[in-house]
């Protein structure tokens, strides 16, 4: 089993519908959550930030995190065909010295 | 502005040559990180690095060599070792311990020829 698992999609949604993406892990020694979004052809940028469990809100966006089964979530309000990028997930545990990756998924917005 | 520059954008290498990727960053970050990109296999991380002078393997470090002589630079040799080099490079930097994430540069998409 790997220790972080997302469906890497395709999502194809219209404008304006709400998208959920969502990651599951093994380790139960992850802390920090996050997720980044990717544009093609360029490097990723952080997104979205959760320590531990609970909700975190920042406009449109909306990540949850569920220690107890080990699953984490991103949720994107009134989606925009500029949110049309790769989603990736994230996470670390305190003695962990890298981040560990979720392979991305794949999200087309259309007009 | 404080950031990440990795150069070039592209870069294009015939087998059996060794080629250097520039990485650069003036956000003052312990931490730097070497990660390869492929299709459908996400993030792989190749080496990091988290003080001056000293780095670590990380899941696919054959074929790679990196040094840290400077807090800002971390650049990664290819060398003609590794098999299947065509990919995208990306470098990212993390204040000790990247329990916050991490800032990723643009990338270097490398091309063998």
């Known amino acids: 089993q790997k220790e972080v698992e997302q469906d890497p999609g395709p999502l194809s949604v219209p404008e304006g519908a709400i998208v959920s993406l969502n990651c599951t892990y093994s380790?139960?020694?992850?802390?920090?959550f996050m997720w980044y979004r990717q544009y093609s052809r360029k490097g990723p940028e952080l997104l979205m930030y959760t320590y531990s469990s609970g909700n975190k809100e920042d406009g449109r966006f909306t990540a949850q995190v569920d220690k107890s089964s080990k699953y984490i979530s991103l949720f994107i309000r009134d989606s925009q065909p500029s949110d049309s990028a790769t989603y990736l997930c994230?996470?670390?545990?305190?003695?962990?010295?890298?981040?560990?990756f979720g392979k991305g998924t794949t999200l087309s917005v259309s007009s | 502005d404080g950031g990440i520059t990795q150069s070039p954008k592209y870069l294009f290498r015939k087998e059996g040559q060794n080629v250097t990727l520039s990485c650069e960053q003036n956000?003052?970050?312990?931490?730097m990180y070497w990660y390869r990109q492929d299709p459908g296999q996400g993030l792989r991380l190749i080496y990091y690095?988290?003080?001056?002078?000293?780095?670590q393997k990380g899941d696919i470090a054959e074929g790679y060599s990196v040094s840290r002589e400077k807090k800002e630079s971390f650049p990664l040799t290819v060398t003609s070792a590794q098999k299947n080099p065509t990919a995208f490079y990306l470098c990212?930097?993390?204040?000790?311990?990247?329990?916050?994430?991490?800032?990723f540069g643009s990338g270097t998409r490398l091309t063998v020829v």
């Open positions: 380790n139960s020694a992850f802390q920090y």
């Open positions: 956000l003052n970050h312990d931490a």
């Open positions: 990212a930097s993390s204040p000790d311990g990247a329990n916050y994430g991490y800032t």
């Open positions: 690095s988290q003080i001056v002078n000293d780095f």
């Open positions: 994230a996470m670390k545990s305190q003695a962990g010295t890298a981040l560990i």
